[in-house]
């Protein structure tokens, strides 16, 4: 149980920058989610965490102690790959123990450590069988055991559910998340699912091109993204530009949007993003209050997901999505022109890139 | 068209059988005499196993054969150490100059014999070490070892890299990984290059008949000798076993190098 | 995993060493030796007196014997393999291209083993079924109505059967992995755009197999120049060759400065051979 801390991170690989003074404390205890698009460089900074390869720049601090230099067999880290990566000539069992057997320990400790770990994945049945006669969840399941036995510092999560099915991989992240929870440790996961980052994250740092982008709690990231990236990679963001006015923009068309009084403006051409599911559609224009935005917009197609629906408009020029519950709609024909309306609040400001 | 087809494909088949025997027929006959009574192989056949009889009281045949065979013994050992370590060295890391030692695994393929043998002999002989088993020992194990290390690679192109990084990240330092992780996966074919390094050992001849002294023999070289001084069936006796033992051997690698790829 | 510190490297080198000593010593330090030596006039470490001189080379291109010799074992070379190839190509095309199945790894196994037998044995085994009162003419006497003594020992034709029937294995192996490695699918696109079966052998099947059947025709060529033993067993006096004289040098004469150049003058050739084939033999990678 330790926290980690990165500093300046500085990555090539050749010409290539893979990561550019990328700076996070991940706190002790913490589930922290690592989320970005292919070649944001999130696997590479794991895998510097992790001691697998060595950065060019900047510290690396686990437990107050640096590490930059020290390999990852000596790190006291635990890691899940992508892949499972369990050892295909022994058992679940002995994959569980080899930390422990690797460290010297007695054989009678280990194989009490072992059933404990298989108890604590719920898989205490499967010791003797091999990784090929087990599902892939399972093996996923006994990759967790494995890297946590050894009671390591940090655990580190290579896209750990990517290989699983949906309606599995959901399941594991709550059985992730129990997990962490009951013994604590400090845990760091790359993934490019952004729901699932949502789901498992205390906290969230968003990585692009080798930068980070934002970090902070979901709600925090999610409410305010920092930029037009960070807002549209995580949950979608209609986005409005136009001339900044006091405490809004002037649209192309003339229509005038506001954010909230209080927010903070920032210098440049800002836009305003708004999540789909803050809008709501009209068929009669809403009453004209000042903490309402409203604008016109054609209605172009619905469609339809179960509880929600997903509409498409034409907003001078522009697609605009809305996400609405079945009974919202009700009323509204399917296509036509419509009004579609949001609270102040809900506008996101972000620099225009 | 499907005639021709189906005429080509049959004329392809007993052109392959064909082959087949050309390349087993010597072989069988040289065989067969070993089993015929007659010293100057006249026919009709007189089966006999008198030859073998003779041979297990030819003390050189002997001597020469039990030669060969712990200095094949050594050259494997030894081979197949150096070799697979090399191999995992390759697998295992990325540094200056890896290209140019790859490369350089092919001048004891690529060169003629005769000239790596003369060229042993020469330098044997001027830093004192002369003829003899080490120097026959120092020459089987530097024609072993590309094949070891080609054997060891190919069996370790199956094998995943995130295997040792999963180890390490468990706390196993080089050798850890090694033993647990790697050489457990890649046995088969570190067997196979034991086998193959046997063989080219236990065959070789170019080398051994210029590093060996008379009175202190391979088996080949004994053979050579017995030959040029004139046939008789007691060569054939003994050139039947060696062929018996090198095909088995490398039917036993060919099964291991094989299966390595199915796990 | 390339890092800072020495940890990895060190490891490399610790694994990488032992073999390439080993090589260096066994290899590549006898070949400078022997470099060395062809410049000598006696051998050293003796009790004659030595120099440097550039005789020894000087005696290949004064005395026209050493030469055509030479360019016997080219020939010897070139023969060979030829005759592999036009023999082999063709059986490894049945193999990979007509057989299937367990049949197909169990007749490319039976093809290959003799390969890996000794060929010293082989070639003493060919001597067995070549000389004259032997088991040629027992069967040519049973098929044909008249009587035949057919002594093929110690000709130019024997050394030629001998070496085909060592080294033919190799031609196989190689263009057959060349072979299997070539997709049907390839084949299969080319017919249904009307192909005929010589335009996919010409245009597509060789071209495409070119790369592996000169690596087996280079790994013969090489060896073949170079050899003794088997003309020494099945030429008898019509087996002397460049080989057959280097061997001489060293078993017989003791003349290892002449062997020692006469060797060099032999890998020269080699590998320019080997140089100028190169390119092609790349793209069999």
Known sequence: MADVRIAGIGKNFGDTRALDDVSIDFRDGEFFGLLGPSGSGKTTLLRIIAGFIFADRGSVVIDDEPVETVPVEKREIGMVFQNYVLFPNMSAADNIGFGLRVRKRPAAEISARVAEALALVQLSDLGVRRPHQLSGGQRQRIALARAIITKPRVLLLDEPLGALDKALRVDMQIELKRIQREIGITTIFVTHDQEEALTLSDRIGILKDGRLVQSGTPQEVYNAPVNQFAARFLGEANIFAGDAIEDGLRLGDGGIIRWAADAASTAGRPVIAVRPENMTISVQAPAREPGLNILPARLAQKIFAGPTVTCLLDCNGQTIKVLSKVAELRGVPDRGDVWISWRVENSMIAPAV | MMNMNRLLSNVGRVYLGIIIVFLYVPIFVMALMSFNASEFYQLPMDYTTIWYRKLWNNSEILDAAWNSLWIACVTTVIATVLGTAAAIAFFRYEFRGKAILQALLFPPIAIPWLITGTAMLIFFFSIGLGRGSKAVILGHVALALPYVIVVVTARLRTFDPQLEEAARSLGANGWAVTRFVTLPWIASGVIAGALFAFAVSFDQFVVSYFLTQPGDSTLPVVIYSAIRKGFTPEINAVSTLIIALSMTVMLLAARYAKFGGER | ?285
């Open chain 3, 1 to 285: 995993m390339v890092a800072r510190g020495g940890g990895p490297a060190t490891s490399a080198a610790v694994l990488v060493t032992p073999a390439y000593i080993w090589l260096t010593a066994a290899v590549f330090l006898p070949l400078s030796m022997m470099l060395f030596f062809s410049f000598l006039s006696d051998v050293p470490f003796t009790d004659h007196a030595w120099r440097a001189t550039l005789e020894n080379y000087g005696e290949f291109f004064q005395k026209p014997f050493y030469a055509t010799l030479l360019w016997r074992s080219l020939k010897l070379g070139a023969t060979v393999t030829g005759l592999c190839i036009l023999i082999g190509f063709p059986c490894a095309f049945v193999l990979a291209k007509t057989i299937r199945g367990r049949w197909r790894e169990a007749l490319f196994l039976l093809v290959i083993l003799p390969f890996w037998s000794n060929s010293l044995v082989r070639i003493f085994s060919w001597a067995i079924v070549l000389r004259g009162n032997g088991v040629i003419d027992a069967t040519l006497n049973a098929i044909l109505p008249f009587d035949v003594s057919v002594n093929l020992m110690f000709t130019y034709s024997a050394v030629i059967i001998g070496l085909v029937h060592s080294y033919l294995p190799y031609v196989i192996l190689t263009s057959y992995l060349a072979l299997q490695a070539i997709d049907d699918d390839l084949i299969d696109a080319a017919r249904s755009l009307g192909a005929s079966r010589r335009t996919i052998l010409w245009r597509i099947i060789l071209p495409l197999s070119l790369p592996g059947l000169l690596a087996g025709a280079v790994l013969i060529f090489v060896p073949v120049v170079g050899s003794f033993m088997e003309p020494r067993i099945l030429g008898g006096r019509a087996g002397t060759f460049f080989g057959t004289v280097i061997e001489d040098q060293f078993v017989a004469v003791f003349n290892w400065p002449l062997g020692a150049a006469l060797s060099f003058i032999l890998l020269a050739v080699v590998l320019l051979i080997l140089a100028a084939s190169s390119p092609v033999l790349k793209r069999a990678q």
